[in-house]
Structure formats: structure tokens, C-alpha cells
């Protein structure tokens, strides 16, 4: 009695938690965490790529709401429904996931009266990629909750479940029917991003570079969080722009597969066409699925239609979907769709007045402002506009990094103490 | 002994149960909720297979429990099997 089956016609997906959970154990993080793993659950098996954005565009919009929360489907507070999530299609919730926010979401715990967010959350995700309600018992489909599933890192599908997103979506590459059939030992996946705290074992380097007084190399807006590197280090501020950590984390031990003797990077971005990371360095550049480096990679930035010699920044412009490189007082405007740079470039810059010149580098934020980084200072831009906002430029330290009024020396002596 | 007669506030919750995740069609506004015996039963029976207890077609309390189970909020069955079954 299945109804014909919907599914997305695209393979790359891209999800954000909107809103979180309000008086749950859960922060945000781990409920982040949670939700890309029951979406790897599927992508781990099937050809779908899941991804993490910022923006209101996503593929997949996460919710925690409450009781009667616009759908056809309210919540009824604790017990009763738990959950709901759209069905691929045309219609504009197609693939959104609702929580109810007056469940005791658990992940971890030995209270019986808690929900799994992940178990709950790994069913949810099969009906956002196409699967209705099954009523085999050992089915993630069927549509009564039966507690926790175990490991996140672990858990593998049910076979059933495997068959039927098989039907929908094929096999993924990687993924052999016979070895699936034969149930070898699951393959344990990677392990989330450590964040880039304090707790490392290894003393202190002397080339640490002190947040407050760096000119940035490159910085970043990657899955929502802004990246500040600078030499082999960079720090990472969340989505509510508050630093994860004052010690910077090592690029190498975080990006995984970029070269240990790479002692800086020139600039970096997240590709809006797939939500790849790339990097650039000199003439070469890298490609990362989250934080692992692809295969075949370096590769010259010739790729990209750019001359030798590097770019000092990359920015991915959503006014109108196209990024900009630029180099000394160069720019290119290049179509990361088509995978060509526009005609009639490089121009001379720069496109937005009162923007500097040549820049270390540029990111939009969450607030739909660009953001232009040069020395210590940045230049804001509204969304839409083709002027710096009045009043910039700003101290980037001040404003981004924690630090003090940037008083003659005092970041110098900040970074002597440091 | 014959089974008990549900009571009236657990027939009411089986029914708006049974309409909610597709089991019974949508409540019918110039008729009201109004079910036959033979179709409440029937989808009382398809709901118990569904959800892996014995089709006996009678609201008992494991039936109910099962009801009472947390659970996704989208329908078991979908709508179009209503035409297909009422054909």
C-alpha cells in the first residue's frame, strides 16, 4: 500500500538546524553532531551527499518547535507524536524535519523516559529522503519509537531499510551489495571534528600566532562558522560569533590531508555549489568534503582559468551566486556552476567602494553582510549593497577575536605576554 | 467470557487514532465521525498487523497501549489507499 515513492532528484542535499531545542541537556553542538550522523546513516549507503549551510536555502530545515507549529501536523507535548518530517518534492517544506520541543531529547542516557534524538532523528531523515512507514519490526521505518539505537558512529541501517533506499536512490559507489548482504563488520566511521579547544596534550609552539595582533591570511565561512588562519593555525567562531576557544587549533591536525609542511594557506572559501571547502596556496589548490581532503588533490588553480602566481582571497558573493578571486588589485569573477570564469575578467578592483584594493581575504555572515579583511581591520558591506557601510573600517580583533581596544602597542604587548 | 466493551473515552481516542494515521478515512464533515462497526474493526485489525500485534479487530488494551506508544506523526497508510480499498 506504499504510495508511489518521491524521492529528490538532485544528490547533493544541504541541511541546517534552524531552531534548537530550548530547555534541553542537548546544546547545540551535539544536536548538530547528531543530525549529521543520522543523515550519514543514509548517505553512508546510498548516492546522497549530505552538507551543512548556513542559510535559509537549505534542502532540509531542522526545526524544534511546539505544539501547533503551521503544518498539519502539531505537536501534542510530551509522548503522543514525537516528530514529522516532508517528503521529497516541489512543495516548498519538501524534505524539512520538525522535533517536538517538549520531548526530553536524550542522546547517551539511561533515563527511560528520555528520546533518542538520534534514533528519532535517523527515522525522521528517511522520510525527508522519500521512505513512508513500514510495519517490519526491525525496520528504522516503522513508525513507533522503540528507544535507542545504539552508537551514532556504529549504526547501520536494518536491511530492509537498505533495500529500500537502494530502490529509491542505487547503491552508493563505495558501497557493494554483496558485502552488504554478508554483513561484514560495519566500517566505523570518522570521528567528528574535535573543536579546536585547549585540551591538546602538546606544549605550546613558538610559532603560535596571537589572535589579537595577526593580520589573517585567509578567512571563512564554513557550514555557518567563521575560520580566522593564520601561519599553520586558525580560530573558529560559531554561529553566534563567539570564539570556540582562544587558542588557535593546528590546521593540519583539523583539515585532514592538507600537506604538514604547508606553513600558511592564501585563502579559502566554501563552494556554493556543492559546499566543498577549498583551499588555495601559491598555484595549487585543495578540495574538502567537510574537513577530508578529496582524492587527486593538489591541483593547479590554472583549474579555475587563474594566471600563476596565487590569489590573495576568495569570496563567494550570494547577491549573485558567483565567487570572486582576487589578486593584488586584480579580480575574477568565476561560475562555480559551470565550473568557467565569466567573460571580460580580471577587471580592476575593487568592485565595492571603499573596499580596499587588495585584500587578505573576504566571507559573507550569517547576517547577509559581506565582510572584506585587511591588516587589522574589515570593512562591512550590507547585503545587496556595492558600498562599505559608513563607519568601517573596524578593528577585526576587537570585533571578531575577544581582544581590547586596539590602544598603540597593546597588541603587541598582548602577543609578547602571549 | 466475551472480551469487555471498550469504554466510550477509548473508543473515541481509537477513532481519532485510527482517522489521524490513516487508518479510517477523514472525518466526513456532513456525517460526522460516523464509522460502521465492520469498518472500525477492520481498521482496528490493520492497525494491530501494522504494528505487530494479533488482528483480532477489538480495542484491548494492548491496542491501546500500542496507541499510547510515542511515535512519528506522519500516517501509516496513505490516503490513496482509501480510494483503492473503498474500490
Redesign the interface.
Known amino acids: 500500500q506504499a504510495p508511489a515513492p518521491t524521492k529528490w532528484n538532485k544528490r547533493n542535499l544541504s541541511w541546517r538546524v534552524r531552531t534548537f531545542p530550548r530547555d534541553s541537556a542537548l546544546g547545540p553542538d551535539t544536536v548538530r553532531a547528531l543530525m549529521y550522523y543520522a543523515l550519514k546513516v543514509w548517505s553512508d549507503i546510498a548516492p546522497l551527499n549530505f552538507h551543512e549551510v548556513a542559510g535559509s536555502t537549505a534542502d532540509i530545515q531542522i526545526d524544534f518547535s511546539r505544539a501547533d507549529h503551521q503544518d498539519e501536523y502539531p505537536f501534542d507535548g510530551p509522548g503522543g507524536t514525537v516528530a514529522h518530517a516532508f517528503f521529497p518534492g516541489d512543495h516548498h517544506s519538501a524534505g524539512d524535519t520538525h522535533f517536538d520541543d517538549e520531548e526530553a531529547w536524550t542522546f547517551r542516557s539511561s533515563d527511560a523516559h528520555g528520546m533518542d534524538l538520534f534514533a528519532v532523528a535517523v527515522h525522521e531523515f528517511g522520510h525527508a529522503i522519500g521512505l513512508s512507514h513500514v510495519s517490519t519490526p526491525s525496520s528504522i521505518m516503522q513508525p513507533y519509537y522503540q528507544g535507542p539505537v545504539g552508537d551514532p558512529l556504529r549504526y547501520r541501517l536494518p536491511y530492509d531499510d537498505r533495500v529500500r533506499v537502494w530502490q529509491l536512490y542505487g547503491v552508493r559507489e563505495s558501497v557493494s551489495p554483496t558485502a552488504q548482504l554478508d554483513t561484514p563488520e560495519p566500517e566505523e566511521p570518522p570521528l567528528l571534528p574535535e573543536p579546536p579547544d585547549n585540551r591538546s596534550s602538546t606544549p605550546p609552539r613558538k610559532d603560535v600566532p596571537h589572535r589579537c595582533s595577526a593580520h589573517f591570511d585567509a578567512v571563512a565561512q564554513i557550514r555557518g562558522e567563521a575560520f580566522f588562519f593564520k601561519g599553520k593555525y586558525f580560530w573558529r567562531l560559531n554561529r553566534d560569533r563567539h570564539l570556540v576557544s582562544l587558542q588557535p587549533a593546528q590546521m593540519h591536525r583539523f583539515w585532514r590531508g592538507l600537506p604538514l609542511h604547508l606553513d600558511s594557506v592564501d585563502a579559502v572559501y566554501e563552494r556554493t555549489s556543492d559546499h566543498k571547502i577549498v583551499f588555495f596556496k601559491g598555484d595549487r589548490y585543495w578540495v574538502f568534503k567537510d574537513n577530508n581532503v578529496e582524492e587527486g588533490y593538489p591541483r593547479p588553480i590554472s583549474d579555475f582559468s587563474l594566471p600563476p602566481g596565487g590569489v590573495d582571497a576568495a569570496f563567494s558573493w550570494p547577491h549573485n551566486d558567483r565567487t570572486y578571486f582576487f589578486k593584488d588589485q586584480l579580480y575574477w569573477r568565476y561560475d562555480d556552476h559551470t565550473r568557467r570564469m565569466d567573460p571580460g575578467y580580471p577587471a580592476q578592483g575593487p568592485l565595492w567602494r571603499g573596499v580596499p584594493s587588495t585584500l587578505d581575504d573576504a566571507m559573507r555572515w550569517s547576517d547577509g553582510a559581506s565582510y572584506f579583511f585587511r591588516g587589522q581591520e574589515y570593512w562591512k558591506v550590507q547585503e545587496g549593497e556595492l558600498e562599505a557601510a559608513p563607519g568601517y573600517p573596524q578593528s577585526t580583533a576587537r570585533d571578531w577575536l575577544v581582544c581590547g581596544e586596539p590602544a598603540a602597542g597593546e597588541a603587541e604587548a598582548e602577543a609578547a605576554r602571549a | 467470557c466475551a472480551a469487555p466493551a471498550p469504554r466510550a473515552e477509548d473508543l473515541s481516542l481509537g477513532v481519532e487514532w485510527l482517522s489521524r494515521?490513516g487508518y479510517l478515512p477523514p472525518a466526513d464533515p456532513a456525517t460526522g465521525r460516523l464509522q460502521t462497526q465492520e469498518e472500525l474493526s477492520k481498521a482496528i485489525a490493520t492497525m494491530q498487523?501494522?504494528?505487530?500485534l494479533k488482528a483480532t479487530g477489538i480495542l484491548d488494551e494492548a491496542t491501546l497501549a500500542?496507541m499510547?506508544?510515542?511515535?512519528?506523526?506522519?500516517?501509516?497508510?496513505?490516503p490513496?489507499?482509501w480510494a483503492?480499498r473503498k474500490r
Open positions: 494515521f498487523q501494522f504494528g505487530g500500542l499510547k506508544t510515542p511515535r512519528c506523526s506522519l500516517p501509516d497508510l496513505p490513496l489507499s483503492r
